[in-house]
């Protein structure tokens, strides 16, 4: 067979247009050429998190903030190195009167799926930056969970005041021109600037 003795390797993925270069390397042949035989595993975030240490995978594609906690408590994982500075937002419906991050203060955030999610994640740094303590004791933000397909839907009708999403997501909103950024991971400093 053409993959024997090449090296058996269960990537994980989650769909997010972050994740092309996985899909990439597959179709192009580059796993095969350096040995590889891939198979190409479908998960979600709870997954992607879990995975690797239960050995349901070998490896992801995912944001080293996401496993910190993980690693913490004795995840045995290896690290890399980057592959794109993010597709991390914070977006507001397009006709709110939030025009800063600052303006988040006291209100409602939806986030995909649950909280500890990378947008989440990302969101709460942007706010402590921003002089809001993002910790839910605190008080200083509501965090409110949705599906991500349900995102748009809850800005759009006043069930949160802003969305941290990511990729296809925020760019769907955006052009479906239900929503601005306030903050971007791809393009807002020191955050462009890191892997």
Not at 58 to 73: F, G, R, S, V
Request: aromatic share 6%; net charge negative; charged share 25%.
């Amino acid at each position: 067979t053409p993959d024997a003795g090449k090296t058996k390797l269960k990537v994980a993925y989650i769909g997010l247009t972050c994740e092309a270069p996985i899909f990439v390397a597959y179709e192009k042949g580059f796993y095969a050429d350096e040995g590889l035989d891939v198979e190409l595993v479908k998960t979600d975030w709870d997954g992607l998190r879990e995975g690797l240490g239960l050995g349901r995978f070998d490896a992801n594609h995912t944001l080293i903030m996401y496993l910190l906690k993980p690693i913490e408590q004795g995840l045995d994982v290896k690290i890399t190195g980057g592959i794109h500075t993010g597709c991390l937002r914070i977006q507001v419906g397009v006709n709110s009167d939030i025009k800063t991050v600052k303006d988040l203060k006291g209100k409602r955030i939806g986030v995909p799926i649950h909280l500890g999610c990378p947008p989440q994640l990302f969101a709460s740094r942007v706010l402590a930056a921003n002089g809001i303590d993002p910790r839910p004791e605190k008080n200083e933000v509501t965090w409110m969970t949705f599906a991500q397909d349900v995102l748009g839907k809850a800005v759009e009708d006043g069930r949160v005041d802003a969305i941290a999403t990511s990729d296809p997501i925020g760019t769907i909103l955006l052009g479906m021109g239900l929503v601005r950024t306030i903050a971007d991971q791809a393009e807002d400093p020191p955050y462009r600037d890191e892997y």
